[in-house]
C-alpha cells in the first residue's frame, strides 16, 4: 500500500479516491435522518478547499529549514501548504469541522521524515537547540488532538512524521514476538506477520491508517482485544529516544526487577520521547473465524452474558453488544432505501413472538483459533447466552459487521457535507457500574445536545455498544447524531464534550477507555489521577524531557 | 490464625513452634548431604540465642517514643528487644545468617503498627518532622533485604508493621473484585474469599506469612500464577499514603487515560508510600483440581511442552518442571533414609526402558477450575506433552508436591544449624533464551560456589526449575546448596550472588521474576533499567518522598 500523504486525505478519513458507498442511496439517508433529528432542512455545508485555507506563517527561519535538510535531506523536510495543513491535526470531529471551516491556530512549521533512531537523536537535539516542540505523528489517526500542532511556549512545531521508520527487524518463532520500527502501519505489519502464519491481530477500527508507535503510545484496544490484547497488553518492549537519551525496556515475559516501565511508555503519548522500535507478542494465524448475532430484550441481559463469558476466561475474540437505541438504528440504517418488505415486517413481528420484543439488542459474537477452539467456545457461549434468554440469529449479522468493519469514519465526512455533526466518546468501568455508567452517560450526552443545539422537535440520535471486555468490567462506546450549530459548531461540540466529560468522571467512568488522552481529554486527566498521579507523571516527563519539547498540552494537564 | 509476633520464628522461618519434620531421617540426610557436598564433616552452627544479641542503641529519643505513642497508643509502639529484632530482616539466607551470627548494623529504632491511613498519615508526618526512615513492613518474608531496616542518611528507623490493617472491606461480586487492607495475610484473606465463595489463587510459597500489601509491592506470583496472574495483574486499584499526601488510583478494568499508575505501584517496595488498601481480581473458587507428573528425557523437551501449552493458551493452573538435577535432588530427598526397594528399582529401570533415561525431568501440571474445565485442559496438555515423549506418570507426584508445597523455608533453619548454606534465586527470559540462560546461570552458580567455597572432593548442589510461564517466555528457579563458610559465611555469598547476578544481565535475564529487588538486588537495577529507566523512577519517588524517607536503601541505586 502506497501511504504517500497526497494519496491520503488531508481535512477527511482515509483514501483520497474513497468514500462511504452508499449506493444510490443518499436521499433515504438525508429522509431519514431529517426525520429523526427532526430538522427541516440539512444544509450543504462544504469544507474549505485547500488553496483557500488560512495558513499560519512558517515561524522558522530558512536557515533553519537548510539546516534540517542538512540533518535529513531535502525531500524529507517539508514546508508545503499540503504537508503542513495534512499534519495539522487529527481525525476527530473536532479536527475536521476546524480544517473544514479553516479554523486553525497553528500548524507545523515544518514536517520532517526521519528514517532511523539516530536521525531522531539529530531531532531532538536540534528541538533542543532551536526551542522547538516535536509532535511525534503515525498515521495521523487520532481522534484525541494527540497529533495536534501545538508549540506551547516553544518558538515553533516540527511535526515527526514515523511512517518511513517501518521495517519489520525481527520475528522470533519461539517466543512468538516481533520487533518493527514504530512508524510501520497495521497493514504493512500484518502483511509481513502473515506471510510467516502469525498474526498481531490488532485491529482496530482505524488499523489502515494507524502505526504500531501509535497504538501503543495511545494505549488503543483493537476490535478483537479479548483475544489478542489491548495494546499496553501485547507490548514487550521499545526503544524510546527522547531528548535525554534513548531508553531500551528489557523484553521480559514478566519481572519483579521494580515498576514495569512499559506500562509508562503504553500510553505515553509522545510527551516522553518517540518510540522508534516495539517488541509485541504475536499469535498464530487463526486458521478459523466465526462471527454471529444473539438478540437480548434488555440490554442488561446481553451485558451480563458478556461478563459471564468473560469471568468463565471463555476464549472469545470479540463480544459487541449494542443496546436498543444503536441495534435500531444499525438496522434502519441498513434497510435505507429499501421497501419495508413482507419478510422484513414478519421477523419483527416474530421477534416480539419470541419475547426479545421489537427494540432488541444485538450481540455479535466473533471467535477466532482452530476449528476446535472454536467449537469449545461456541459451546460455552451457547449455553450461557441461551440460558440468558438470548435469541440465537446466526451468521449473517457478524458476517457483515466483519465485512464492513473499517468503513464507518468515511461515512462521517459525508454527513460533515450536510450539516449533520457525529462524534463518538468511550469510557469504561466495573460491572457493577455498567447500567447505571451507560444510562447516565446516555441521557447526558442527550441533555448536552439539546441544550446545546438549536433543534426543531426532533431528538438527537444517541447510542452505544459495549466493545471490550473483560472479567471486571467492559468499555462503553457511545456514537451521537446531532444538527450541527451553523454558527459555531466548535462552540457546541466543546460544550457538550465538558458536559458528558464531567459525568463520565462523576460516575465512576475512566475519561477514556482506548481513545486516549491528547489535548481534548486533558482536563479531565487531574479528576481521573488525582493531583499525587499528575505530580508522578510530569515528573516523569521532567526526568526525559526537562524543556517540554515533545509533544505540548498533550496527556498532561 | 494468631500472628502475634511471639508466636513465630525472629531469626528463622515461620511459626516457633513448627520445623522441618525429618520423621527421624535425619542422619539419612545428613549423610546425603556430606556425600554430595564432599565434606568430612558437617559442624553444629547453632543461632546466637535472642538475649546475646549485640543489639545497637536506640536513636530516638524518649520523648520522641511518648509522641509516637500519643499518635497511637502504647501498644502498638514497642522498643523491646524482640519487637526490634523480629522487624530486622527479611528472611533471606543473607538476612538468616546475619541474625543467627549477630552480625547487625542497624536495627529499628521503634516498631509502630497503625491501624488506620490516618495513622499512617500521622506517621509520615512524624517521620519528616524527625528526619526518619520509614520501612513499610507486612509478612517480612522479603528474601531481598526488602524490609531491612536501614536510616540512610537519616537520624533512626521506624519500622511499620502493616498487619494490623487487615479487614477484607468490601466484595464486589458482580465485578469478582475485592477490596482490602493491605496488612492481612494470606491466610486471613483467602478465608475470608472463600467463605463467599472465591479465591485470590496467589499462593506463593510464603502465603502463610506474607501480606497483600507485601505481594504487590514486591510484584510477587504465586505457584499457580499462569491461572490466577501474578500480582501485577491481579492488582486492580490501590491507596497509597505518602509523604506528599495519598494517592488513589481508579479501579477500571482498562483504560488509556496515560500511563497506568497501578504499574507504577506494583514493585514500588515501599519506596514511594505505604500501600494502604488495594482491590484484587478474584475468581470463583474452583470446584475441582488435578496435579500430576509427567517425565522428560531432556529439559528442553519439557519445556517446549510448556511453551507449547501457553501459546495454545490451555487454561492450567501450574505449570512446573524440575531440571534433571532437581528431579534427581527431590527423589533421593524423599528416599532418604528408606531402603532402595524392588519396586523403585524396577521403576528406575522402566525409565529407563520407556526411553526417558535415568535422569529424567519432572514436570508437574496443575489444573484447576471446574470437572469440565480441567477435562478440556488435561487433553490438550496431555496430547502436546506425549507426542513431545513426555511419560505420564500420575497423580502422585502432584499430591505430594501441593501436600508439602509451602514447608520447604523450614528446612533451611535445620540446614543452617549443621553448615550447610541454602540459596534461592530466579529470573526469567524469553523462549528463545532460556536454554541458554539455564545453562549459563547453573554453570556460573557451580563456579562461583567453587570459587568461593573451601569444599573437598563434592560438587555444590545447583538445580533449577521453570515455575511460571508465559506465551513469550518464562521464569527460571535456581536452588543451591554448599559448604557453609566458617568463618565468613556473608562474605562467601555477596561472592557468589554478585558474580550469578551479573551472569543473569549478561545473559538477557531479568535480576528477579517475582523476589523483587530490595537491597540484595539494588546493583542491578542499572544494568537492567538504563540509566534513563533509574532517572524516571527516581523522579517519581522525589515527587512523592522529596526527603527520602520511605524504605531508604531498596529498589533504587
Redo the contacts between chains.
Keep these: 500500500m502506497d501511504y504517500q500523504r497526497t494519496k491520503l486525505k488531508w481535512n477527511g478519513w482515509g483514501w483520497l479516491d474513497q468514500d462511504f458507498d452508499l449506493h444510490g442511496r443518499e436521499e433515504g439517508l438525508w429522509d431519514f435522518l431529517r426525520e429523526q433529528l427532526g430538522v427541516e432542512d440539512l444544509p450543504n455545508t462544504p469544507a474549505m478547499p485547500l488553496e483557500e485555507m488560512p495558513l499560519p506563517e512558517i515561524r522558522i527561519s530558512t536557515s533553519q529549514v537548510d539546516d534540517l535538510i542538512d540533518l535529513l535531506s531535502a525531500d524529507r523536510v517539508c514546508t508545503d501548504r499540503y504537508e503542513r495543513l495534512f499534519h495539522a491535526f487529527g481525525k476527530s470531529y473536532h479536527d475536521l469541522i476546524r480544517l473544514r471551516r479553516g479554523i486553525l491556530d497553528e500548524v507545523p512549521d515544518a514536517v520532517v521524515y526521519p528514517e532511523s533512531a539516530e536521525d531522531l537523536a539529530a531531532l531532538t537535539q536540534f528541538a533542543t537547540d532551536h526551542h522547538l516542540a516535536l509532535v511525534p505523528y503515525g498515521g495521523g489517526s487520532s481522534v484525541v488532538g494527540g497529533v495536534e500542532a501545538r508549540s506551547g511556549r516553544l518558538a515553533g512545531v516540527l511535526t515527526v512524521d514515523m511512517t518511513r521508520m517501518n521495517r519489520v527487524l525481527h520475528i522470533?518463532a519461539?517466543?512468538?514476538?516481533a520487533t518493527a520500527e514504530a512508524g510501520i502501519y497495521g497493514p504493512q505489519l500484518e502483511e509481513h506477520l502473515q506471510k510467516h502464519g502469525y498474526t498481531l491481530g490488532h485491529y482496530p477500527q482505524s488499523f489502515q491508517f494507524s502505526t504500531l508507535g501509535g497504538w501503543i503510545a495511545?494505549?488503543?484496544?483493537g476490535q478483537q482485544s479479548n483475544r489478542y490484547g489491548?495494546a499496553?497488553k501485547f507490548f514487550?518492549g521499545a526503544s524510546v529516544v527522547?531528548p535525554?537519551?534513548?531508553?531500551?525496556?528489557?523484553?521480559?515475559?514478566?519481572?519483579?526487577?521494580?515498576?514495569?516501565?512499559?506500562?509508562?511508555?503504553?500510553?505515553?503519548?509522545g510527551v516522553f520521547g518517540f518510540i522508534t522500535e516495539a517488541t509485541v507478542?504475536l499469535h498464530?494465524l487463526p486458521s478459523s473465524r466465526d462471527y454471529r448475532g444473539f438478540l437480548f430484550s434488555e440490554f442488561k441481559a446481553g451485558s451480563d452474558v458478556i461478563?459471564e463469558i468473560m469471568?468463565e476466561?471463555v476464549?472469545v475474540a470479540m463480544l459487541r453488544l449494542s443496546d436498543a437505541e444503536e441495534t435500531w438504528f444499525l438496522s434502519q440504517f441498513k434497510s435505507i432505501g429499501k421497501p419495508a418488505s413482507w419478510a422484513s415486517k414478519a421477523t419483527s413481528a416474530a421477534l416480539d413472538l419470541v419475547g426479545v420484543g421489537e427494540k432488541p439488542c444485538l450481540l455479535l459474537v466473533g471467535l477466532e483459533g482452530t476449528t476446535a477452539s472454536i467449537s469449545?467456545s461456541r459451546a460455552a457461549i451457547a449455553r450461557i447466552a441461551l440460558s440468558a434468554g438470548g435469541i440465537p440469529i446466526g451468521a449473517k449479522p457478524g458476517k457483515g459487521w466483519y465485512g464492513t468493519r473499517f468503513d464507518m469514519p468515511y461515512l462521517r465526512d459525508s454527513l460533515l457535507d450536510r450539516g449533520v455533526g457525529v462524534d463518538t466518546l468511550e469510557t469504561?468501568?466495573?460491572?457493577?457500574n455498567i447500567q447505571h455508567l451507560h444510562q447516565t452517560v446516555r441521557n447526558q450526552i442527550a441533555t448536552s445536545i439539546r441544550r446545546h443545539t438549536r433543534v426543531g422537535t426532533g431528538e438527537p440520535i444517541v447510542m452505544a455498544h459495549i466493545s471490550?471486555?473483560?472479567?471486571?468490567?467492559?468499555?462503553l462506546y457511545f456514537t451521537f447524531i446531532f444538527p450541527m450549530s451553523a454558527d459555531s459548531p466548535v462552540t457546541q461540540w466543546r460544550a457538550i464534550k465538558r458536559e458528558v466529560s464531567d459525568a463520565i468522571l462523576e460516575n465512576g467512568?475512566?475519561?477514556?477507555?482506548?481513545?486516549?488522552?491528547g489535548t481534548v481529554?486533558v482536563d479531565?486527566?487531574t479528576p481521573?489521577?488525582?493531583?499525587?498521579?499528575i505530580?508522578?507523571?510530569?515528573?516523569?516527563r521532567?526526568?526525559?524531557d526537562p524543556h517540554g519539547l515533545m509533544n505540548p498540552g498533550k496527556?498532561?494537564p
Design positions: 522470533d519461539e517466543s512468538l514476538t495511545a494505549r488503543g484496544a489491548s499496553a514487550a527522547t535525554s537519551g534513548t531508553l531500551h525496556t528489557l523484553a521480559s515475559p514478566n519481572s519483579a526487577a521494580g515498576p514495569d516501565l512499559r506500562h509508562l511508555i503504553a500510553g505515553s503519548e507478542k498464530p461478563r469471568q476466561h476464549d469449545i469504561s468501568t466495573n460491572w457493577s471490550h471486555s473483560y472479567p471486571d468490567g467492559a468499555s467512568g475512566t475519561i477514556s477507555h482506548h481513545h486516549g488522552v481529554h479531565w486527566m481521573e489521577k488525582g493531583d499525587l498521579g505530580a508522578m507523571l510530569k515528573a516523569v521532567d526526568s526525559l496527556l498532561l
